[in-house]
């Protein structure tokens, strides 16, 4: 995604999960997303490369606020014998889901989870060769997020690859408000209502990405590195040793 407003909803947890219980909530951001795919390719595109992997290996995939699933029909197109897992706590996120992914019949499933406080379900059946996530977990709280991070390198196999295109902090006052004032602009050009009242509260808790990088390192991942960064959206992750 390029800017921050694509990053505004994530939906695999609680303190917003509300809102995705609403059709027309559900409906605007699925329009908003569609009308973007041409600026989020690019991410997504990056993010099946960096895995690494043959376009014809059998790969476990797991989604994380996979939502409608725009995330995992890249990996399911790029990866045509790949299976996928994807986990969102919105029943309504996942009804459009199964249509948007009826192509895909057989190859992937929905998992109902709210991992709000870092906790993934214990019947994901991993290990996976990739966990994928797309603004849905900007918003945990630092120990939340820690315990994402580690429970996350458990589920992948050796040599799996953890890839996150989300929101951060900007590094200071001045880049938040420059950041603010040119995604502002760019909404207005799209002609974009304003964002719901509440999500700038929401976005309260962003982490620096510094912090992201370290609290990889410290689950044990390696390779870990920021791939991507256009203002307040990054994509960053890192790798499970070969021999972990």
């Known amino acids: ?37 041409q600026e989020r390719a690019p991410q997504f595109e990056l993010m099946t490369q960096l895995l690494g992997r043959d376009g014809e290996e059998r790969l476990r995939i797991l989604d ?18 790949a299976s996928a897992v994807l986990v969102d706590a919105s029943e309504e996120m996942m009804r459009v889901g199964s ?20 906790a993934l379900p214990g019947d994901l059946d991993g290990p996976f060769d990739a966990v994928i996530s797309s603004a849905a977990i900007h918003h945990l709280p630092e120990a939340a997020l820690k ?7 458990a589920c992948l196999a050796p040599g799996g690859a953890f890839l996150n295109l989300d929101l951060v902090h900007a590094p200071d006052d001045v880049l938040e408000a420059r950041y ?6 760019e909404q207005e050009t799209r002609d974009e209502p304003p964002q719901p009242a509440e999500l700038p509260r929401h976005h309260s808790h962003l982490e620096p990405l510094d912090s992201h990088l370290g609290w990889l390192r410290d689950a044990g991942f390696e390779h870990v590195d920021c791939f991507w960064k256009r203002l307040g959206g990054a994509l960053f992750g890192g790798y499970r040793p070969d021999s972990a």
């Open 99 to 118: 249509e948007r992914l009826a192509r895909f019949d057989g190859r992937y499933r929905y998992v109902a989870w709210d991992f709000g406080e870092g």
């Open 64 to 81: 994380l606020g996979a939502g409608y699933g725009a995330e995992a029909q890249v990996f399911l197109t790029a990866f045509p014998k």
């Open 147 to 153: 315990r994402l991070y580690g429970e996350v390198f």
């Open 1 to 37: 995604m390029t800017e921050k407003a694509a990053h505004q909803h994530g939906h695999g947890h609680g303190d917003t999960g509300q809102h995705w219980r609403e059709p027309a909530r559900v409906r605007d951001f699925v329009a908003r997303m569609d009308a973007r795919a």
């Open 180 to 185: 603010r004032e040119i995604q502002q602009g």
